[in-house]
């Protein structure tokens, strides 16, 4: 059985780091795109980054492009988020995600396995 578990969430101010991980267990994703999305209060679902390939290929959505980076530990098989300069608008559950196959995606229709989410929440 695949699980996700993603820890490093809380409550931030303008500016800092932080950084979110997520233990996969159940199977491998080495060659498998793994992504983060978030979700803020009344909005949809949104792409935030992922990396795909034994190269270890990164993707970022526009919002984040900068200021985020997604890396990995295979050997473990975690994946991490690391969040610079934070903003506001960042606050959001962050969750995240696997394909079971196939090619790296942003929309999460394409993603079959999930955590269960971490709350971020950046505030002065």
């Known amino acids: 059985q695949v699980q996700l578990v993603e820890s490093g969430g809380g409550l931030v101010q303008p500016g800092v780091s932080l950084r979110l991980s997520c233990a996969a267990s159940g199977r491998t994703f080495s060659n498998y795109p793994m992504a983060w999305f978030r979700q803020a209060p009344g909005k949809e679902r949104e792409f935030v980054a992922a990396?795909?390939?034994?190269?270890?290929?990164?993707y970022y959505g526009d919002s984040v492009k900068g200021r985020f980076t997604i890396s990995r530990d295979v050997g473990k098989n975690i994946i991490f988020l690391q969040m610079n300069s934070m903003k506001p608008e960042d606050t959001a559950v962050y969750y995240c995600a696997a394909r079971a196959s196939g090619w790296v995606a942003m929309s999460d229709r394409e993603y079959d396995y999930w955590g269960q989410g971490t709350q971020v929440t950046v505030s002065s």
């Open positions: 990396l795909w390939g034994s190269a270890g290929n990164t």
